[in-house]
């Protein structure tokens, strides 16, 4: 009889689980001796058996009453890669959704007892939830693998699309490119607030293991809404080479399609009925999806798709733009502000199309609304941007609800037809959306303001910089220390985040008493926190909270810095650190501008890939008297200020080129020398 493989987990994941902080687990390591011993792993990053410390905290009365399904992860994560993993937990869904699942047989004897495990716990503390946990861990693990539309982005594009096809009652909605189910899952909320009726679900994509998480999730969408979808049919493969719903017209059909793949059929599919704009080329294969999308729609449903902005200029597609405005069947182009989705530095466009009714003919002097919203919703230089959904969808729903005027706002427009058949057919809102000089002027003056008082602040600090004495110091290297060894002295204290469970992150507009969360998915996509813990949740007791003077050192090497937080509380998620120091020993800038240092993070890096975590713990200081550290210190201090004022003074600069630009090519430049 074979002994199960043990599953082993971290100090960090062991402070997660038992909801503490990692310190801790530390000290529970050093004070008990019947504490359980590494499997793996090194003395500065073990590795303990999960069933070993799940017993341990269980005898010594540390187990929290924290959700039961936090400890179902890591052993979902040890079974194997992200295709084994994703089959079972699929499996999860099956069942707790009342279908038939794929066998013991199919398995191995300790992933069985695994899915088993779920099943139970899910029939205890809800199905949905249980299933919506696994998935998010699932995604969250392969999140650069994997393209998802964020929740609110999703209802959007199903509000718009039903709005379009003017649907009163019950919907069919199809999305041929499914993946998890992000979008169909929407289109089944969005017809539950509208009282409509059950939908019928239609969704397809070519890697199985995201098809049978997605008919999972849609399986159990009935659980948590009032309204089960009347009919959900999700298939695996390839829906542009052989479309299983090509007899199946729908009312909506909503899609995030694969960007720029070459290999998408174009040899196979040449003499395909669907191409009736024209044949896309080989390297336009979102046009390709456009016109599958318009194929698989009722007579006047409507089809809403997310795109790379690309795909309004490219030259390869001008003739197939050009003919879905001569027929009237392409409606909006809205370009979204970047950060709506991934990637997020961006601005994906979403295109809004109509299938003609019956009878219907081409519109004569037709229109093409486009939507500017990057203009719309520019990034404060203050601070950090997040999509503010609630506007976002305010200005979506004004722009494709707007009357059939050339007259719109200052950022929407309704385009002559006429004015966009030339060589290029660039549908790029931003190209037909000119400010008038009342927005314009007093913008331009405000940011030559702010332009003035920004180079002014660069020279002093740069003179400031300039100012300090570098020399070569060879003779004299002082020794280093690491961030583990000035923990053990009691100079600093560590603390890893962690992910808090999902029911206590909101992302609404925050009440007083609500703490900013900060994750590593907010740091790359702009900076500033997108969720918030409730101030009443037993989840905030346990978070990492880095408060005014606290060094946050962020432990993934593609988004890794240090820095001091000199703003409000903030909780801080998975692979952030806080380090608090002892005044009287450290110096806080002095020690976050040493572990930011590139040759450091080099060092303590775990990989050679932009993916890979820091030890937080191996990074590397100076040892140093207090007072040389503070005169260090206020330089680390003087070059963070001068890093923010010259990446701002190179933004506005910039902008103010480009805008200077659009007003003296339009003629509208007043005085003179």
Not at 82 to 89: C, F, M, Y
Not at 542 to 547: D, K, L, R
Request: glycine share 10%.
């Amino acid at each position: 009889m074979s002994t199960p493989r043990a599953v082993p987990v971290s100090l960090a994941e062991i402070a997660r689980l038992a909801g503490v902080g990692r310190a801790a687990v530390s000290n529970w390591r050093r004070r008990h001796p019947s504490f359980p011993v590494r499997i793996a792993g090194t003395d500065v990053n073990p590795q303990f058996s999960l069933t070993d410390i799940e017993n341990w905290l269980r005898e010594n009365k540390k187990l929290k009453k924290s959700v039961e399904r936090e400890w179902l992860w890591p052993r979902f994560e040890a079974i194997g890669g992200r295709d084994e993993t994703g089959v079972a937990v699929a499996e999860v869904g099956r069942r707790l959704a009342g279908r038939d699942g794929t066998g013991q047989s199919a398995y191995s004897k300790e992933t069985a007892a695994l899915i088993e495990r779920a099943v139970d716990l899910g029939q205890r503390e809800g199905g949905p939830e249980t299933f919506a946990f696994l998935l998010r861990r699932w995604l969250d693990v392969h999140v650069r693998q994997i393209a998802t539309t964020p929740e609110p982005l999703a209802a959007l594009m199903v509000d718009i699309a039903i709005r379009v096809a003017a649907v009163d009652g019950s919907i069919t909605a199809m999305d041929p490119a499914c993946g998890t189910g992000h979008l169909l899952t929407a289109a089944a909320e969005v017809a539950e607030e509208r009282g409509g009726g059950a939908p019928t679900l239609l969704g397809g994509d070519r890697d199985p293991i995201l098809a049978a998480l997605a008919e999972a999730r849609l399986n159990l969408v009935g659980q948590a809404l009032r309204t089960e979808p009347a009919s959900i049919d999700v298939r695996a493969g390839d829906t542009l080479r052989d479309d299983p719903f090509a007899d199946v017209p729908a009312d909506v059909v909503l899609c995030n399609p694969p960007f720029n793949e070459r290999d998408w059929g174009y040899e196979e599919l040449a003499t395909d009925t669907r191409w009736s704009h024209g044949l896309p080329p080989r390297t336009e294969p979102e046009l390709a999806w456009v016109q599958h999308c318009l194929a698989g729609l009722r007579p006047g449903g409507a089809a809403v798709l997310l795109l790379p902005p690309a795909v309004a200029a490219r030259k390869a597609g001008r003739r197939i733009r050009g003919s879905l405005l001569r027929t009237g069947q392409l409606k909006a182009v809205v370009a979204l502000p970047p950060g709506c989705a991934a990637p997020h530095s961006v601005s994906l466009h979403l295109w809004v199309l109509r299938a003609p009714a019956a009878g219907e003919e081409p519109p004569v002097g037709g229109h093409l609304t486009v939507a500017d919203g990057v203009s719309r919703f520019p990034r404060d230089p203050g601070r950090e941007w997040a999509p503010d959904w609630a506007a976002i969808g305010d200005f979506l729903r004004e722009a494709v609800g707007g009357k059939n005027s050339t007259e719109g706002s200052a950022y929407v427009r309704c385009v002559p037809v006429i004015e966009l058949l030339d060589d290029e057919v660039d549908l790029t809102p931003g190209r037909h959306i000119t400010p008038s000089p009342a927005d314009s002027a007093p913008r331009l003056a405000a940011s030559w303001r702010e332009f003035k008082d920004l180079t002014a602040k660069v020279t002093k600090s740069a003179r400031l910089l300039a100012a300090l004495e570098l020399t070569s110091a060879a003779h004299d290297t002082p020794t280093a220390t690491t961030v583990a060894e000035l923990a053990r002295a009691g100079a600093l204290t560590l603390r890893g985040g962690q992910q808090p469970p999902e029911t206590a992150v909101r992302t609404e507009m925050p009440s007083a008493e609500d703490i900013p969360l900060l994750t590593v998915p907010d740091l790359l996509s702009g900076g500033a926190p997108r969720g918030h813990l409730a101030g009443d949740d037993p989840a905030l007791r346990e978070a990492v909270i880095a408060q005014p003077g606290d060094i946050v050192v962020v432990g993934v090497a593609r988004a890794f810095s240090a820095w001091v937080h000199e703003g409000v509380p903030t909780a801080l998620g998975a692979q952030l650190h806080a380090v608090r120091v002892q005044p009287e020993q450290l110096d806080a800038w002095f020690l976050a501008g040493s572990l930011r240092s590139p040759a450091n993070v080099r060092q303590a890096g775990t990989h050679a890939t932009s993916s890979s975590r820091i030890d937080v713990r191996r990074l590397q200081v100076r040892q140093v008297p207090l007072r040389e550290q503070r005169r260090y210190g206020e330089a680390f201090r003087e070059l963070a200020a001068f890093e923010q004022l010259a990446r701002r003074t190179a933004e506005l600069g910039a902008d103010l080129v480009h805008d200077l630009g659009d007003e003296l090519a339009a003629g509208r430049l007043a005085g003179g020398a």
